[in-house]
């Protein structure tokens, strides 16, 4: 794994790479709106029509990024959060010959130290809601976190960049429709994500943080990938590839 730093191409399309329609459904609706300022070619002073940046100033103007998704289904390697998103993103990128987008979603229990953690999808199928409950039945904490991991490739060969927003909740019997994985008992400040509509799931709106190394370990995954998107629609700092693991 190099921590070497290479030059990030700006990308204006999200490639997402997922086969799984409800987390492309919900990335969708986060970025429903998005529409970021960008500074364009500001030595140059031209946009993409070939004008210069009239009435905006040093060539800013409003770019909205388009989302596009594709499945590329692989095996996922056993490993942390991060070793696994990384992989999986950098997989995809060679699959595709270009910028993808990939996403992870882990589902903590402190009491089991992390675990189920990158694994809950197999556990899940394994025993269902009941049984993620039954395997906390013998302790007291019920405390767990969601964790999505938002991880982005410019390419074969570019290593991602990741961001990631964790939530602490905790695991209750299920409440609510049980249509997406786990929401149904997830309890976050009382409700079960399942209870929730989609606005209120996916985070508050609290603009990403100024600072990129804050941007990395976000409180909700609505900030994670707004952050993720803004980093890339402006710049993409060289070293950004070199990550600390994120809690
Ligand atoms: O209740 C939920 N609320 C969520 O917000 C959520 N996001 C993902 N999941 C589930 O957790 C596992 C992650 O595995 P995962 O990240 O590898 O996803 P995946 O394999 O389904 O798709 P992908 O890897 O093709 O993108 C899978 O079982 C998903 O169904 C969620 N469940
Ligand atoms: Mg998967």
Known sequence: MSSKAQPQPRPTTLNFITGNANKLAEVQAILADVEVSVDIDSDSGADGDGKKGQGQGQGQRQRRLVLTSRDVPAHEIQGTIEEV??????????????????????????????????????????????????????????????????????????????????????????????????????????????????????GDTTPPPPNVAQWRACSSPKVAIHALVGCLLTIVEPDLTSRQGAG
Not at 125 to 137: D, F, R, T, V
Not at 160 to 178: C, D, K, N, S
């Open 85 to 202: 998103a990384r992989d999986k993103c950098a997989r995809a990128a060679a699959v595709v010959g270009g910028p993808v987008l990939t996403e992870d979603t882990a589902l903590e229990f402190r009491a089991y130290g992390g675990l189920p953690g990158p694994y809950i999808k197999y556990f899940l199928q394994a025993l269902g809601h009941e049984g993620l409950n039954n395997m906390l039945a013998a302790y007291e904490d019920k405390t767990a976190f969601a964790v999505c991991t938002f991880a982005y490739s410019a390419g074969p060969g570019h290593e991602p960049i990741l961001f990631q927003g964790r939530t602490q909740g905790r695991i209750v019997p299920a409440r609510g429709p049980g249509v997406f994985g786990w929401d149904a008992v997830f309890e976050y400040e009382g409700k079960t994500y399942a209870e929730m509509d989609k606005t209120e799931k996916v």
